[in-house]
Each structure stands twice: as structure tokens, then as C-alpha cells.
């Protein structure tokens, strides 16, 4: 709901603050006073376009603040938190203020940080719908009327159709999916299978290639380390070798030990441990020299192995550790081309039984907005005929779509269409020549679609144009009716609509000491009796002019 709007340095506005309040509010003023400029000036600080000749002349800057009440769950709460802008220092008070230079420029900020003018916009959808004779949105926008339509045939309905739609988007996008990698894989089966012969040919192990190498590198020195193990035994077992010259010394030890009195135990001992470990040294020797003797190939054997498994490991741009794990997941793939006919098949009928569930929640939607829209048109046209529209029809168009348009609000398109005159094609609701005329369509929809939106606030501009009489009160009537549930603010030159507000504000000019001024002026009881009769009698009120009034604001009483 609208709480305050505060102007500055618009056109013939220098200094306004107004503070509004729920239920039907009237705006009323002799022609030229400034009405429209409120609007213009609520309008920019909503996001409507910024225009350099809304600066007042001689200002540097117009700017206009508004303040709204919004709960914690409304579309508004909403949009501010997915922008990261706090909700406000009062809970559930929503500020948006835009400023605009004299050279055109403009600025935008919500709850006092910095914004986008299309923030601002977004915002201003949500919070006020504005029907009259400049730039509209809401129900004049065709991108609407589904959401309105569905509105009224329920939530319940139209969610079933939401989570159908993408669980067969879902279905459909993954066997669509299996279906390619499937295609993908049997164009280069061929190359995968003979890349598969080749790798079980290999039958490459993980960790061979360091097995390999190290086998490599002592088949090659196997020469030079035969000559030294030849050269060592010759040093240990010759004739004048290290086991035959232990042999000697342990034998004249073994002759002298009787007589060293136990001097010779420890050197016997460690002749014989020395003469072990020869023998020992030599058995080693002798098993490394055999060894070494392999066939004169085992060398080349090796390194045709080695480079083999370099070579393949390049051709598939892996290391050749990896070689064993790219043949496990060739031979996947070759098993998920076997068995992916079935796979493909099986997601194809989870996806055609998904389009099925969708196609039978869609015209289940179908036929509810069918009966809604049935039930729209007879109301609106109950509305018309009291609103001096009898001769206007309106009517609701459901057009099927193709499939390839299908989504997830169902199978239709939706718009709102009217003909103004008999005989006259039906068109959009913008196509209503008149301005007047066009609020009162809007009126006689929004009394239809009471309770259906989350818009607070709703801004009627001369709703009574080219009216009077009866069908001025008719109007009267239905927007105070209108106003039990929502804010209303009307401008209005009817003082029959006048007399229905809740609260009454007058829109004046008056001179100031350099400049025509706009003013606005809350009315009481007393006053406002006195501008309805003005309105009805004009520049000179007379006390029947002040009767008529008195009886009119009784006569919206009751």
C-alpha cells in the first residue's frame, strides 16, 4: 500500500508531501490544476521513463520519494531480496525515490541504496497497477493475462501442470541425451574395438614400465658385470685366493691352539667365520654370473616390450601407467554400445509416458481455463452495460499452440480481447480509443478479478471522463466497492465518484512569489462538501449546489 509521496521541483510542484491511506481516495481539481502531475511524478519514482522537462524551471533537480507498506512475503520482499537490498529500517516499509537533473539524467535508489531504473520498475509492478491515459502496463499487456486466467481457476491445477512439464523435460532431455551418446559411440565402434584388440594384445600392467626400465638398464651393463663378477671369484678362489689362503692360516692356527693356552679361540673363530662367509661371497658370485647368463636377446625382448608400451601409450596421449585403466574403460564402452539400444529405449518410453502425464494435466488446465474464461467474459459483460459500455463486447481467446511451443503453462496462448462497437472486430484491450473509456473497462475487470492480484494499490485517471448522471454514481459505486479490499486512488472531475472516497484530497494552483504553484489539500468534512458543490455548480456555489453535495456524500454512506 501507498503510504507517502513526496515531491520536489516537479513541473509546478516545488514542495510536496502527502500521506495516503487504504480504501478509496479522491483526487479532484479544476482542469489544469496539476493533477497529472502527481501521477507523472508517482509514475517516475515507479520507473517510468525520466523526462528533463518534469524539472521544475529554475531547479537543478525534480525528485520524488515513495514510501510503501509491504509484507515479508510479497512479490516486492521478493525482488529486493534476490537484489541484496535490505528491506527497510522499519519492518515492512518499502522506499524508492528517483531524481532526475535538468540535463535529463536521472538516478534511482531503493531504501536509500543505489538502483537500477529497471529494479525500480520491477518493483513498481508489483506494488502499483496505474489505468488512464499514458503509459499503462498490467492488464493491457497480453504477457499477463494467462497468469490472469489461471488466477481464477486455481493454484492447485496449474502447479500439477508446472511439475508435469518438467518432469518431462527432464525424461525427454535425458533419453535425448542417450540417444547421442549412443550415435557418438557407434560411429567410432569400429576404432574402439581395434583400439581394444590392441590393448588386450598388449595386456599392459601399471606399474611395467618401471619394471621394464630397470630391467633394461642391467641387461645392458650385463657385460661389464660379468667381467667384474669373474674377476672377483678369481680374487676369492685362485690359487692364491682369499678361501685358499684362509684354508692355510686356519690350518697352522689349528696346530698352535694346544699350545696358546686358549690365546688363539678368538682368532680360529673369526677364521672360520671369514672362511663362511668366502665360501658364502662365492656361492653369490657364482649364482649372479649364471644370472647374467641369459639369452642374447632378452635384451632386445625388453626393449621391444618397452617402446611398445611408450608407443601406444602416446597414440592415446596418456601415460603408460594409465594404459590398463584406458583398456577398462574402452571395454565400458563397448559393453554400454551392446547394451545402450535398451537404455536408450527404456529412457525414450519414460520420456513418452512423461509427455503423456504433461498432455493430461495440460488439458485438464485447458478445460479449467476453458469454464474460467467463460465465467470472466459473463462477468465483465454483466459490468459493461451499468458503466455505459452496453455496447462493448469482451471475450477471452484461448489459441492452441503448437507442440514445438508447449511449456510449462500448458498448451495454449491467452489473451484478453473487446469490441467497442457492434460490428467491430474484435482487437486488444490498448485499441479502446478513449481514456475514459478505457478505465472504465479496466474498472469493470478489476471489479471481476477482485482478490485474483497482489498489486495494493490501484490508480484510476478520470475513470468518469465523458460521464455523468447515472452512470457517474454506477461508477462511484463500483469503485468504492472496489475500495473495501484495496487502495484506490482516482482523479476525478465527477462529483458523484467524489462523493465515494474515503478520503478527498483537492489539487489547486496558486501564485506564489515568483511562480504558479501547484497545491494539495487534504479536505475534511466541511470542505469537502464545499468542492463537491463545487464541482457540481461550478466557479459560484450556491446552497442548492451545497444540498446536492451534502445529499450525495449521505447517499455513498449508506
Known amino acids: 500500500m501507498l503510504l507517502g509521496l513526496t515531491i520536489r521541483d516537479v513541473v509546478l510542484i516545488d514542495r510536496l508531501a502527502l500521506a495516503f491511506r487504504p480504501g478509496l481516495c479522491v ?9 497529472s502531475i502527481l501521477l507523472d511524478a508517482l509514475g517516475l519514482a515507479l520507473g517510468r521513463r525520466a523526462d528533463a522537462g518534469l524539472v521544475r524551471p529554475g531547479a537543478e ?8 507498506a509491504i509484507s515479508h512475503n510479497h512479490p516486492a520482499a521478493v525482488i529486493l531480496r534476490a537484489a541484496g537490498i535490505a528491506e527497510g529500517d522499519l519492518a515492512g516499509t518499502l522506499v524508492v525515490r528517483r531524481q532526475v537533473a535538468a540535463d535529463g539524467r536521472s538516478r534511482a535508489f531503493v531504501n536509500d541504496e543505489p538502483a537500477s531504473v529497471g529494479l525500480l520498475r520491477e518493483l513498481g509492478d508489483t506494488l502499483v497497477e496505474i489505468q488512464g491515459q499514458f503509459e499503462q502496463r498490467g492488464l493491457l499487456d497480453p504477457a499477463n493475462h494467462r ?29 535425448a541425451t542417450a540417444a547421442q551418446r549412443l550415435a557418438a559411440s557407434r560411429e567410432e565402434e569400429d576404432l574402439l574395438r ?9 595386456a599392459p600392467e601399471g606399474d611395467e614400465e618401471e619394471r621394464l626400465g630397470a630391467r633394461r638398464a642391467l641387461l645392458q651393463n650385463a657385460e661389464r658385470l660379468g667381467e667384474s663378477i669373474n674377476e672377483a671369484i678369481a680374487e676369492l678362489d685362485g690359487e692364491s685366493g682369499a678361501q685358499r689362503a684362509l684354508a692355510r692360516a686356519l690350518r697352522r692356527l689349528e696346530r698352535a691352539r694346544d699350545r696358546a693356552q686358549g690365546m688363539l679361540d678368538g682368532a680360529v673363530a673369526a677364521a672360520e667365520r671369514a672362511a663362511t662367509e668366502t665360501g658364502e661371497a662365492l656361492e653369490a658370485l657364482s649364482a649372479a654370473g649364471h644370472a647374467l647368463e641369459l639369452d ?23 601415460a603408460v601407467a594409465d594404459l590398463p585403466r584406458l583398456r577398462a574403460a574402452i571395454a565400458d564402452r563397448l559393453i554400454a554400445i551392446d547394451t545402450g539400444v535398451d537404455s536408450v529405449a527404456v529412457l525414450e ?59 510449462e503453462h500448458g498448451m495454449e496462448r491467452i489473451h484478453f480481447e473487446v469490441s467497442t462497437n457492434p460490428g467491430a472486430p474484435f482487437g486488444p484491450l490498448a485499441r479502446i480509443a478513449s481514456g475514459g473509456e478505457l478505465s472504465r473497462f479496466m474498472l469493470a475487470l478489476k471489479l471481476v478479478l477482485a482478490g485474483t492480484s497482489s498489486v495494493p494499490t490501484l490508480i484510476f485517471d478520470e475513470v468518469d471522463s465523458g460521464i455523468g448522471g447515472a452512470v457517474a454514481s454506477a461508477v462511484g459505486e463500483r469503485l468504492q466497492r472496489l475500495g473495501a479490499g484495496l487502495q484506490l486512488l482516482v482523479v476525478t472531475h465527477s462529483p458523484q465518484v467524489a462523493a465515494r472516497g474515503a478520503h478527498h484530497w483537492r489539487v489547486a494552483k496558486q501564485q506564489a512569489q515568483r ?14 462538501q464545499e468542492e463537491i458543490a463545487r464541482m457540481l455548480s461550478g466557479s459560484t456555489v450556491t446552497a442548492e449546489a ?5 445529499s450525495l456524500i449521505a447517499g455513498a454512506r449508506t
Open 296 to 318: 642374447p636377446r632378452a635384451l632386445e625382448q625388453v626393449e621391444e616390450r618397452l617402446f611398445a608400451l611408450r608407443a601406444l601409450a602416446r597414440k592415446h596421449d596418456v
Open 349 to 407: 518410453k519414460a520420456a513418452t509416458d512423461a509427455r503423456a502425464e504433461y498432455v493430461t494435466a495440460a488439458e485438464a488446465v485447458s478445460q479449467a481455463r476453458q469454464r474460467a474464461a467463460q465465467r470472466l467474459d459473463t462477468a465483465v459483460a454483466a459490468e459493461l452495460k451499468p458503466l455505459r459500455l452496453e455496447k462493448a463486447r469482451f471475450r477471452t481467446v484461448l489459441t492452441a499452440l503448437g507442440e514445438a511451443e508447449w511449456g
Open 61 to 68: 533537480q525534480a525528485s520524488v520519494t515513495a514510501e510503501f
Open 147 to 175: 497468469a490472469v486466467l489461471d488466477a481464477l481457476t486455481g493454484e492447485a491445477t496449474t502447479s500439477a501442470l508446472t511439475a508435469a512439464w518438467h518432469a518431462w523435460r527432464e525424461a525427454r532431455d535425458a533419453a
Open 515 to 528: 511562480a504558479t504553484v501547484t497545491r494539495v489539500e487534504e479536505l475534511d468534512a466541511d470542505t469537502r
Open 546 to 550: 451545497r444540498a446536492a453535495a451534502a
Open 27 to 35: 483526487l479532484t481539481g479544476e482542469t489544469g490544476a496539476g493533477k
Open 194 to 202: 581395434h583400439n581394444a584388440a590392441e590393448l588386450d594384445a598388449l
